[in-house]
């Protein structure tokens, strides 16, 4: 994560941030005091590099789009909110591949791939815009969102949205984290029938755990079954993109980064990096 004159290098204290080792200004006024997600004064400055770096490219006959890459590093006690705000507005200035630290540990670097572009199959796109926040919503209470109560949720919705819905086959993993003083609680809920030949979507199945360890075992299993149903090429289209390999994760706006690492460090090694993990704030309509 050293400084690179051909790259961003963002760093973010408890106290300051700066681009390249210039600092920029206060993460508590700047960052964490503000309600949007663009940070204007580092939208500002990001975009000035970014000029640069096109103006590189185009000298060296690169497409612009290849120079996307940022490095980020984030001091451990910043909450999600903030890293969330600070991601959102790297991707707005088009650095859509981030290597980012957290915290003194320089060994672990996670990696993150923004979305450009939403799913081209619509009813993947519907359900991975509307389902997440009904999932989060019952996470902590269930064992079982049925078919019948998700379709009651969407009685709104035009008739194809809900065939979307009736129609789904793709696997949608999805890890909530919900943490209190005297409790931590790790929620993975799918669409279980994807893990079966030529079964219908019956709704989401949830999975309660108070240690990251007997979680991590539950994940490998079910990867080890995702990876058989690949080899067998019983899925198609845009469902079998998602069945693939792909995370999505939940955090509270006011979780610290030295809790969420173990959990990113654990999905990693699941596979689950780069364009396949997407990361959620429990409040917020975004993810990234």
């Not at 993150?112 to 519907?126: D, E, G, Q, V």
């Not at 209470?141 to 949720?153: D, F, G, T, W």
Request: proline content about 2%.
């Amino acid at each position: 994560m050293t400084p690179n004159s051909n790259e961003p290098v963002l760093d973010v204290s408890f106290n300051e941030y700066s681009l390249n080792g210039n600092v920029i200004g206060k993460t508590a006024t700047d960052i964490s005091a503000i309600h949007d997600l663009l940070i204007v004064p580092l939208e500002s400055e990001l975009n000035k590099k970014r000029k640069i770096e096109l103006e590189e490219a185009l000298k060296n006959k690169q497409q612009s789009d290849e120079v996307v890459v940022a490095k980020l590093h984030v001091n451990e006690n910043l909450s999600f909110d903030d890293f969330y705000k600070i991601t959102a507005t790297m991707g707005f200035v088009g650095y859509t591949t981030i290597n980012y630290v957290i915290g003194e540990n320089f060994k672990d670097v996670f990696n993150m791939k923004l979305p450009t572009r939403f799913s081209t199959c619509y009813c993947n796109y519907y359900i991975d815009k509307h389902m997440p926040f009904v999932r989060y919503k019952y996470g902590r209470s269930r064992s079982k969102l049925s078919l019948n109560e998700i379709l009651s949720a969407c009685n709104d919705q035009r008739k194809y949205e809900i065939d979307c819905v009736k129609d789904y086959k793709a696997l949608d993993l999805m890890l909530t984290f919900y943490a209190s003083k005297d409790d931590t609680n790790y929620v993975v809920s799918m669409n279980e029938a994807a893990l079966n030949e030529n079964d219908s979507f019956h709704g989401y199945n949830f999975y309660s755990f108070n240690k990251l360890t007997n979680m991590w075992k539950f994940l490998a299993d079910i990867r080890a079954k995702v990876e058989s149903l690949n080899r067998n090429d019983s899925k198609e289209g845009c469902a079998q993109d998602q069945l693939q390999n792909q995370m999505k994760v939940f955090f509270e706006k006011d979780v610290l980064m030295k809790d969420i690492a173990p959990i990113i460090k654990g999905l990693n090694a699941l596979g689950y990096s780069g364009d396949r993990i997407f990361l959620y704030k429990s409040n917020g309509l975004h993810r990234i």
